[in-house]
């Protein structure tokens, strides 16, 4: 028979302080992980779902891998992806580079004014694409009269319809790409800077080594991991381009095969042509090529792969 003492002790032992702080800890971090379930877990795992599914959004009937096929042979996607790759490398690696040098700029110790030009690098990022639009539309548009078409006038060059033509298009929106993205690299990098710890630099001056070599041996080993970090984030935004073409464009941005991209080909079968289920089945394939393109990249740039064949040869 249980007595009122033991069943004293019981209750403490459930209601212990211990339990009581794991028990609050859970119900402070629950808010996000119910907000992530509701708006991102479930329309992932319906996304999935759907893709092997025909559904116009009233009737779903299992359609197996002919959403699949479907994508696969529209020359239209591989004419996505080609233009998502070749916007992602013109608007994306040139700005890699120049972010590593405007970061070695921003450091420099005599720079005046260094946090005058540290927030200004960064505006671009937090400016919204209503007002990129609008002077992006000014400098390139199809007028003689441009800004763009006046500069390739002082070199000689013919006036470009750079909303239009297949490479003007694909130029106006990587420079509005690299534009918008340069400062926010450029900040990272700077981090990365200024986490480098002087005493290396010091240690490195009395052994006789000059600031090349310090460059070379110092900074760039140590700066590796943000450069790793700002090429995945980087590949993975590539392969998501949305925003600039569409706005760059406007309402004709998904009648015209110039410019569009992946997430729009997705974005247009979905809410344009109420094809759910091809949608869905782009984003599949999308996941599968950013997972491929990151994987390469990542190993490129902390340069694995070079260090295997050397460990073959």
Same mark, same amino acid.
């Given at each position: 028979m249980v007595t009122a003492n033991e069943k004293v002790v019981k209750k403490k032992r459930f209601l212990s302080e211990e339990k009581k702080d794991m028990i609050s800890g859970y119900l402070y971090v629950s808010p996000f992980f119910i907000i992530f379930a509701v708006i991102g877990l479930y329309p992932a795992l319906f996304s999935l779902y759907l893709a092997f599914q025909k559904w116009n959004g009233l009737s779903l009937e299992f359609a197996g891998l002919n959403n699949f096929k479907i994508v696969l042979e529209d020359p239209l996607f591989w004419k996505s992806l080609y233009n998502t790759i070749v916007i992602g490398l013109m608007g994306t690696a040139p700005q890699? *580079? *120049?972010? *590593?040098?405007?970061?070695?700029l921003l450091n420099l110790s005599f720079l005046r004014f260094r946090n005058f030009f540290r927030?200004?690098?960064?505006?671009?990022?937090?400016t919204s694409m209503v007002a990129v639009n609008l002077i992006f539309s000014v400098l390139f548009s199809n007028h003689e009269t441009s800004?763009?078409?006046?500069?390739?006038?002082?070199?000689?060059?013919d006036p470009v319809s750079w909303a239009s033509s297949e490479w003007g298009t694909k130029i106006a929106i990587s420079i509005m790409v690299f534009w918008r993205w340069v400062g926010y690299n450029t900040i990272i990098y700077l981090a990365g800077l200024q986490s480098i710890s002087n005493d290396l630099y010091e240690a490195a001056t009395i052994d006789g080594a000059n600031k090349f070599q310090q460059m070379l041996y110092i900074t760039m080993?140590?700066?590796?991991?943000?450069?790793?970090?700002?090429?995945?984030f980087s590949t993975v935004g590539a392969l998501q381009l949305f925003a600039e073409p569409t706005v760059f464009l406007g309402a004709s941005a998904f009648t015209r095969d110039e410019a569009m991209t992946v997430v729009m080909?997705?974005?247009?079968?979905?809410?344009?042509?109420?094809?759910?289920?091809?949608?869905?089945?782009?984003?599949v394939i999308l996941l599968f090529i950013i997972i491929i393109f990151s994987a390469i990249n990542t190993l490129v740039t902390s340069g694995k792969i070079g260090r295997k064949k050397e460990v073959a040869k």
């Open positions: 890699l *580079i *120049i972010g *590593i040098i405007l970061a070695f927030v200004t690098i960064f505006m671009p990022y937090i800004l763009a078409n006046y500069v390739l006038g002082v070199f000689g060059f080993p140590m700066l590796k991991p943000f450069i790793i970090l700002t090429v995945f080909y997705l974005y247009r079968d979905a809410f344009k042509l109420q094809s759910f289920g091809t949608a869905s089945a782009t984003a």
